[in-house]
Each structure stands twice: as structure tokens, then as C-alpha cells.
């Protein structure tokens, strides 16, 4: 069943959200790209189509079904990310719920991400689930950034 709210309920940012922090060595153009960009999310995570535009939607595919679908808030010229996520077609949780990225410069010249799945809490039915979605996910996205090759959610051959 697929969930779908054209205005996402608001969440707030909670002690409990899901969060994940990593160093990575690359330079911040790639990194807001590798969080904004369709063609570069799917090379750390899922298939995806979508934009890279402020506002525009993004929609995730495993295995060639609809995942989730999100919102990228993006200014440019600035080190936030959000997603909002409007449609989520195997965990109603998510829906209303904000992945956040806060991209930061280090003194050695590497750049810290803050990552907090907002809304996403103990509390929730899928959060260990998602947890360990998001664990396997931010290594890749440390992996891609870092060497250009993420282990994203590919497509599985099902004669295989």
C-alpha cells in the first residue's frame, strides 16, 4: 500500500532521531551533488529519477518498484540538504519524515557529514529495519565519495 500526503505532516527534530556522522576526503560540490542528484544517488543507494532542482521530487526504486518519494530542499550555495518524504510505498512511517544532511568543513580539508533521519525514532514500527538500511547506506555514500563506487540497493537479477 502506498502512502501519499501532497503536504507531509511536520516533524520535528528529536534527541531519539536516527543519525549518523562521517569524515569523508571530498570536495563539497560532489558531496551536495551526491545528495541532490538522481543519477548520483542511485550510485550510493537505489535506482532513482528525479532533478536536482530545489523543490523537485525524487522517487527510489528497489528491485524496479516504487520506494519512496521525496522532496529535495536544497538552497544553493548552502551546506544543508533535506529530503522531505511524501510517499513511501513499504513504510507509512516515513512519510513526513525529513532526511537531513549538515555538510561541514574540517581543518584538514576534509568535510564532516551530519546525517539525522528526522522523525525516524526507536518508537517507530520499521526503525530497526531502517537503521540498518541507513547503516549500510552512509558507508556507501562515504565509499562513493570517497572512491566513486558506492554499493547501492541494485537491481537483483531474479533468475539468478
Known amino acids: 500500500m502506498t502512502t ?4 507531509a505532516p511536520s516533524v520535528t527534530a528529536a534527541s531519539d532521531d536516527y543519525t ?9 560540490g560532489p558531496i551536495i551533488e551526491a545528495l541532490t542528484d538522481d543519477t548520483v544517488i542511485s550510485r550510493w543507494w537505489t535506482a532513482a529519477t ?4 530545489y ?3 525524487v522517487q527510489l ?4 518498484a516504487p520506494f519512496v518519494s521525496f522532496t529535495v530542499e536544497h538552497t544553493p550555495g548552502t551546506s544543508e540538504v533535506t529530503w522531505t518524504v511524501t510517499d513511501c510505498a513499504v513504510m507509512a512511517d516515513w512519510v513526513g519524515t525529513k532526511p537531513s544532511f549538515s555538510v561541514q568543513p574540517g581543518d584538514d580539508g576534509t568535510f564532516s557529514i551530519v546525517f539525522r533521519h528526522v522523525g525516524l525514532r526507536p518508537a517507530l514500527e520499521c ?5 540498518a538500511g ?3 547506506f552512509m558507508p556507501s555514500l562515504h565509499q562513493f565519495l ?3 563506487d558506492g554499493r547501492p540497493n541494485e537491481p537483483r537479477d531474479p533468475s539468478a
Not at 20 to 28: I, T
Not at 61 to 64: A, M, Q, R, T
Open 4 to 7: 501519499h500526503s501532497p503536504s
Open 20 to 28: 549518523y556522522d562521517m569524515g569523508v576526503h571530498a570536495p563539497l
Open 50 to 53: 528525479g532533478s536536482a532542482r
Open 55 to 57: 523543490g523537485d521530487d
Open 61 to 64: 526504486f528497489i528491485d524496479g
Open 127 to 131: 526503525f530497526d529495519q531502517c537503521r
Open 134 to 136: 541507513w547503516n549500510h
Open 146 to 148: 570517497e572512491t566513486g
